[in-house]
Nanobody, 119 residues
Framework: QLQASGGGLVQAGGSLRLSCAAS????????MGWFRQAPGKERELVAG???????YYTDSVKGRFTISRDNAKNTVYLQMNSLKPEDTAVYYC???????????????WGQGTQVTVSS
């Protein structure tokens, strides 16, 4: 199970840190992804991290967002800086055996946390 938290309302240029806590003893063997879905849009992979620590970012967040994981705490984080109104969406964490840019292969999902960036 995955439990996402840390969303909220922030002004443009501000920062938020999302957390995703996982239960289970095999967290370290999973790739983790942060997806987001805005109204009327498809769910997209924002950032991902493999079990070995290799990271991926979609172009629109490169240089602003940082994904990290703490295997001792079974938690993955998404630090979001320089937020823009277009970052507004529901953010979901997901876990699977390998990192994939499509949402369908992921076996486990968190409940989603709303991020709203005001202009």
């Amino acid at each position: 199970q995955l439990q996402a938290s840390g969303g909220g309302l922030v002004q443009a240029g501000g920062s938020l840190r999302l957390s995703c806590a996982a239960s289970g003893r095999t967290f370290s063997s999973y790739a983790m992804g942060w997806f987001r879905q805005a109204p009327g849009k498809e769910r997209e992979l924002v950032a991902g991290i493999t079990s070995g620590g290799i990271t991926y970012y979609t172009d629109s967040v490169k240089g602003r967002f940082t994904i990290s994981r703490d295997n001792a705490k079974n938690t993955v984080y998404l630090q979001m800086n320089s937020l823009k109104p277009e970052d507004t969406a529901v953010y979901y964490c997901a876990a699977d055996k390998s990192l994939n840019s499509r949402a369908e292969p992921y076996d486990y999902w968190g409940q989603g946390t709303q991020v709203t960036v005001s202009s």
